[in-house]
C-alpha cells in the first residue's frame, strides 16, 4: 500500500489506450490511493464511465456543466482536492491544448485551474508522436515543468510498431510512487552493479554466483525516486528495468568492470550491489569440451578484478558502498571487507536473507558502528539504505 492517503485525479483522454485505465484504476485503488476519474467526451466514446466509477468508488465527472456541482466550478474544486493529477492515456490533442493553456473542457480547465503537480503519459499513433507540433508541444510543456511519463515503443493499435503507446498500468503506479518520494538525491549521479556475473568456461558451460538482481534493481529504482540519475550495470538477471535507470548489460566480471571503469569517474555515488564471480576460467575453450574418457578436466581459473576497490582507489572517488552477503559472522566480515575495499559503508545480508526473495534484512556498517534496518521489502529497505547514503553525502562532500 504505497499510495495510502494519495489523492489523485486521472484525467481520461480520447485514445483506444483508454481500455488499459480501468486497470490503472484498478492498481491505484489497490496501493491505497483515492481516484476521482474526470474524462474527456472523446474518452467517454472509447469506455463508458460507469466502468470507472465502479472500479473507483466516486461518480466520473466530464462535462463542465455538471448539475451535480453546486457551485459550477467542478474544476477548482477536482483540483483542491487533489495531490496529483494524472492524465492517461493523453492524447495529441490534449498534449497541445495543454501547451496552449487552452480550457474549453472540464478536463483541460482543471489542468489550467490545478495548484498541484501534474504528470501526462502519453498515447498515439507514431507518426503523431513523431509530428513537429507534438514534439514542439511536449518541449513546452517539459519546460513548464509537466511530467512526461513514456511513451513507450511497441505495436500500435493502428497495425504500426513504433513510439507512442502509453506505458503500461504497472508502470504508472510505479511513477506515481516515485513522485511521492522525498528528492534525497536530487542532482545526483549514481552507478550501481546488480545481479551475478557469468564466467565462461565453453559455449555451453560457465561459473556463477547466486544472485536474482531484486536487491540491485530495489536500490537502483529508489534512487531513480529520489531524484538520482541512475546508471545500473546488471549481470545476467531477469529484472524489469525501473522507469528512468538506464541499464547496460554485461555478462562476466571482466565486462561488468569495463562498463563499471567507463562511467565511475562521473558519479557521486558507486553502490556495488553484484555477486561478482571472484575467479574466471584462464581460458575459455572455443568448442564445447567433450567427455574424452581421460577423467574430468581440470579449470585453472584466475581472480577476477574487484570492481568496488578499483572504484574506491581513483584519485576522486564517488562515494563508494558495497554489500556483503554472509552466511555466519556478518559483522566481522562485513567489517572486514569494508576495510579491506577502503569504502565508507558495506551493507550486510546473511545469505539466508538476501538471496532470489522479495525481502530481505541490512545491517549498515560504516564509521558510525552497526545500523540494523527493519527487515522489510527490497525496496523498503532499499529506500532506507537511500536515505542513509544521502546523509553521509552531506557530510563527505
Ligand atoms: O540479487 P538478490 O537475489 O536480490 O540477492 C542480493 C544479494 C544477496 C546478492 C546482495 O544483497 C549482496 O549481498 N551482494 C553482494 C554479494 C557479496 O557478498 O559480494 P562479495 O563479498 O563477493 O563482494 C563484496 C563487495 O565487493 C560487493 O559490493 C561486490 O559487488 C563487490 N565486488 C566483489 C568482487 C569483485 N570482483 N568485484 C566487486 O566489486
Known sequence: MELTGKRIALGITGGIAAYKSPELVRLLIKEGAT??????????RFIAPVTFQALSGKPVFSDQWDSRVANNMAHIDLSRD?????????????????????????????????????????????????????????ATLDGDGIAILGPACGDQACGEIG?????????????????????????????????PTFEAIDPVRGITNLSSGKMGFAVARAAQEAGAEVILISGPANQPTPLGVTRIDVVSGLEMHSAVMKHAARQDVFIGIAAVADYRPKTVAEHKIKKDGQGAPAIELVQNPDIL?????????????????????????????????????????????????????LTLFDDGGATPLPAGSKIELARALVAHIATLLVKVR
Open 35 to 44: 481516484v476521482q476519474v474526470v474524462m474527456t467526451e472523446a474518452a467517454t
Open 163 to 195: 513510439l507512442g503507446r502509453m506505458i503500461e498500468p504497472e508502470a504508472l503506479v510505479a511513477a506515481l510512487i516515485a513522485f511521492f518520494q522525498p528528492k534525497r538525491l536530487s542532482g545526483k549521479k549514481v552507478l550501481l552493479t546488480a545481479g
Open 309 to 361: 576497490a578499483d572504484v574506491a582507489a581513483l584519485p576522486v572517488p564517488p562515494l563508494c558502498v558495497g554489500f556483503a552477503a554472509e552466511s555466519t559472522n556478518l559483522a566481522e566480515y562485513a567489517e572486514r571487507k569494508r576495510k579491506a575495499k577502503k569504502v565508507p559503508l558495506i551493507v550486510g545480508n546473511l545469505i539466508q536473507d538476501g538471496f532470489g526473495g522479495d525481502n530481505n534484512t
Open 82 to 138: 487533489a495531490d496529483v493529477i494524472l492524465v492517461a492515456p493523453a492524447s495529441a490533442d490534449f498534449l497541445a491544448k495543454l501547451a496552449h493553456g487552452l480550457a474549453d473542457d472540464l478536463l483541460s480547465t482543471l489542468a489550467l485551474a490545478r495548484d498541484c503537480p501534474l504528470l501526462v503519459a502519453p498515447a498515439m499513433n507514431r507518426q503523431m508522436w513523431e509530428n513537429v507540433a507534438t514534439q514542439r508541444n511536449v
